[in-house]
């Protein structure tokens, strides 16, 4: 286990000096949308809080901190935060590779065509796009994340935008919820998938569900994906912690401890791996460390781009 | 022996909602952990109800272990808010480091 101190203190820091946790600039994290055409106004503004977008440098960064977990480097990561943000940001985007920065974006690429296909009418201005500072909320470090929220909520404000599509459920918690309660601004929140709607479908196919602690538990949304799913005839194989009771699937843990949070996925996965089925997540979080355990999971907006 | 600390009650309300006095200990919480950890997060809430200040301190860093998931807020029997209360000692922590 790492020092909390030295691992809440250095993201602060980063976030204070470039909004991002990992100190990498925006325009290096925040592409897919150039490949994609969208419009910048619509009757909603889609925010992606760049969590996915995020993911494979939580990898790359995992992977170090797991090397050093238990020994004496460990304890060097306290000069971390004497580094600019931005300085070991740089470092650590090179260091993650071109193929999983772009297998994070695809999912907000299907997601921005499962909307057009559903006649969401939705604008996206990266400029609005930015980081909601849960994890600092998590961490509890609740000055950095009310002074962060602030400033995001009141750009969204400033620029006119009252509803929101989220695309992850820490955004969505932050935005729709921490948001009316520390900064005063309030917007109608969406998740992107309480917003689909296809022509139904018989496809006969039966998945195992992973539901996010915030979609099911803090949100209570779990039974929308379910219902998305069903309409094209995709059926749940139902485990025992599901919905409400989700278990964790131990990403959160991950600056802290990467072996615990190893110990905790690999449970997850025991009980997830066991229908035999494919496993959905809708938490790019969950995905990302999910997928370290080599088992096969998808996120919800892959299978529902492929099949629709 | 560690002191016993009356006011920390009153100081804790900055931090956190004060519903650890709702829990009564049954264990619940500390059962569906997935963390199944030395009776955690219970141990932390009987900290919190006896007032003893030094002992969260010097247990500090179990906090962050808390993945923040839930489940116990969730299925706690007394409404009692034990994943809150966590997050709230966090903070509690957190600024008290920042002072020093
Ligand atoms: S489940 Fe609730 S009442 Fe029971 S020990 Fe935990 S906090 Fe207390
Ligand atoms: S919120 Fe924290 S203490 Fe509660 S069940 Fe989850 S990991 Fe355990």
């Known amino acids: 286990m790492f020092n909390p101190r030295d691992i809440i203190e250095t993201l602060a820091n980063n976030v204070r000096?470039?909004?991002?946790?990992?100190?990498?600039?925006?325009?290096?994290?925040?592409?897919?949308?150039?490949?994609?055409?969208?419009?910048?106004?619509?009757?909603?503004?889609?925010?992606?809080?760049?969590?996915?977008?995020f993911t494979p440098f939580i990898e790359k960064s995992t992977q170090y901190l797991e090397k050093y977990e238990g020994t004496k480097m460990a304890s060097l990561l306290k000069y971390a935060k004497y580094m600019p943000g931005y300085l070991s940001g740089i470092g650590l985007a090179m260091m993650t590779s071109g193929k999983?920065?772009?297998n994070a974006g695809q999912a907000l690429k299907d997601i921005a065509f499962l909307l057009k296909k559903s006649k969401v009418d939705f604008g996206y201005r990266p400029d609005l796009d930015n980081y909601s500072g849960i994890l600092l909320y998590d961490m509890g470090d609740q000055k950095g994340f009310v002074a962060h929220a602030k400033k995001v909520a009141k750009k969204l404000?400033?620029?006119?935008?009252?509803?929101?599509?989220?695309?992850?459920?820490?955004?969505?918690?932050?935005?729709?919820?921490?948001?009316?309660?520390?900064?005063?601004?309030?917007?109608?929140?969406?998740?992107?998938?309480?917003?689909?709607?296809?022509?139904?479908?018989?496809l006969g196919l039966e998945v195992t569900i992973h539901d996010p602690c915030f979609f099911g538990r803090y949100l209570k949304l779990s039974d929308i994906p379910r219902k998305v799913l069903g309409n094209l005839g995709i059926t749940e194989f139902k485990i025992r912690n599901q919905g409400e009771f989700t278990s964790c699937c131990?990403?959160?843990?991950?600056?802290?401890s990467p072996s615990l949070s190893n110990e905790i996925m690999e449970k997850r996965v025991e009980e997830?791996?066991?229908p035999g089925k494919p496993i959905i997540a809708y938490c790019p979080i969950c995905l990302g460390n999910l997928k370290k355990s080599g088992a096969k999971v998808e996120d919800l907006s892959t299978i529902l781009a492929r099949h629709i | 022996m560690s002191t016993i600390n009356l006011d920390f009650a009153e100081e804790l309300k900055e931090y956190s909602g004060d519903t650890a006095l709702e829990c009564f200990n049954c264990?619940?919480?500390?059962?569906?952990?997935?963390?199944?950890?030395?009776?955690?997060?219970?141990?932390?809430?009987?900290?919190?109800?006896?007032?003893?200040?030094?002992?969260?301190?010097?247990?500090?860093?179990?906090?962050?272990?808390?993945?923040?998931c839930g489940l116990c807020t969730h299925t706690c029997p007394r409404e009692a808010d034990p994943g809150e209360i966590i997050l709230g000692l966090k903070r509690f922590v957190v600024a008290n480091w920042r002072r020093s």
């Open chain 1, 157 to 202: 404000k400033d620029a006119g935008v009252k509803k929101i599509i989220t695309v992850d459920p820490h955004t969505a918690y932050a935005i729709k919820e921490l948001f009316p309660k520390y900064t005063g601004i309030s917007f109608e929140v969406k998740s992107y998938f309480e917003l689909l709607d296809f022509e139904s479908k018989d």
């Open chain 1, 17 to 53: 000096q470039t909004t991002s946790p990992f100190g990498i600039p925006k325009f290096m994290v925040n592409k897919w949308h150039k490949d994609v055409n969208l419009p910048e106004e619509g009757e909603y503004m889609l925010i992606t809080g760049l969590m996915y977008q």
């Open chain 2, 27 to 68: 264990g619940t919480c500390a059962a569906i952990c997935p963390l199944v950890h030395d009776n955690f997060p219970r141990r932390m809430i009987r900290y919190v109800q006896v007032g003893a200040r030094e002992k969260i301190l010097e247990n500090s860093d179990e906090l962050w272990r808390c993945l923040h």
């Open chain 1, 100 to 102: 999983e920065k772009k």
């Open chain 1, 250 to 256: 131990g990403g959160p843990a991950e600056s802290i």
């Open chain 1, 272 to 274: 997830l791996k066991e």
